[in-house]
């Protein structure tokens, strides 16, 4: 399909300027590898694997070929009452890659799905052990935790609050956010050494407040994806998992985007080495093929909920979609990560995290505008300092210049985040680097 032959009028483009875009409307029309195909017909790398998503690159076939087997087989089965074979494959699966005792899959079709899920299981799991008191939640400022009205409540961005604001759920709280723009405005590859007790707040005023005994759940992304790549200070997650421990509240790790090989390891849960009571997954598990999200729990949690007594037919846990454990994004699934474990490619992408990192650092350091960069895993976000337009305004300058010099690069606010494929290769990395270096300075 070229250019001229698509309608632009009908469709809605979800978290985007649409007024800007129909100035220059900006359209795929193929994929494969590293690389898309516009509608014009030009090639652009992609260096942030679509939306964090295509951690195997594109147009994999051993992705491709499960699917289409998949639907020859069984295309789909009803959610509710019976469970598909692929559905229990993938769950195994799953259970086996994560670390601890994170044995439960509660399926769904994204990670806004998957945040509001892991919120209602915290509520199922307190209220079965008859602790139905617990129910604040604790985010982060500046967290993203997706769109559903859970999500967004316990979420941070304050961007993507303002317009919903009274439709919050009540009884949110947030921790500050993990930033220290004055010692660690640059990272590079190690998290940073505060010489602050971050987490003192949560625990001398946060928690005071509520009272621990009624709060349910804390959920934090341990890497910032969404808000820029900002990383936690050593420590900050096991510490964070003592203060749970020490009242009973559920840790929730929200992995949508550090999970399945950005970090070089499995989760950030294997990274850090913190386990959460849940994570919370989607983008790589299928790697962006079907859409699939999902909460990994930890067996107590399915235990309490499973203990309370009721009668055969009653559904102890009154939650699910239609297409939870869809045959189809199973079966992506599990060729995703046959496919990720065949070519090594969780090791992949650590090893070409210092090459990512050091190349941005080296080149981009200095630039006009820019007051820091973060490099951890294969992952890295430059930030730049707002201009007098507004925020984000020279973050989405940089993106455009960046697309018209042929690499996607994403913004987020005046952050740009390079996230490439665990496939890149390092002319690729230094196309990109460039590009993102000149795109600096020509909209500086
Ligand atoms: C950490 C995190 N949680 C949740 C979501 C929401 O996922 P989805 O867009 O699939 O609903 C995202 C999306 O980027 C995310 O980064």
Known sequence: MGAADIHLDNLWLPFTPNKDFHQSPRVFTGADGMYFTTAAGRKVLDAVSSLWCVGAGHNRREINDAIYKQLQTLDYSTAFQFGNDRAFEAAHMLAQLAPGDLNKVFFCTSGSEAADTSLKIALGYHRARGQGQRSVFIGRERGYHGVGFGGMSVGGISGNRKMFGPAMLPHVDHLRFIHDPVNHAYVKGEPPVFAEDWLLELENRILPLHDPGNVAAIIVEPVAGSAGWYIPPKGYLQRLRE????????????????????????????????????????????????????????????????????????IEFPHGYTYSGHPVACAAAVATMKLLADEKLFERAASMAPHLGNAVHAAIKGLPNVIGIRSLGLAVAVELSPSDKGVGQRGYAAFQDCLKHGVLVRSAGDNLVLAPAYVVEQPQIEQMVDVLAQAIKRTA
């Open 243 to 314: 203060i749970c421990d020490k009242h009973g509240i559920l840790l929730i790790f929200d992995e949508v985007i550090t999970g399945f090989g950005r970090m070089g390891a499995p989760f950030a849960a294997d990274f850090f080495g913190v386990v959460p009571d849940m994570l919370n997954f989607a983008k790589c598990v299928t790697n962006g093929v079907v859409p699939m999200g999902g909460v990994l729990c930890r067996d107590g949690i399915y235990e309490a909920i499973m203990s309370v007594p009721t009668p055969a037919h009653v």
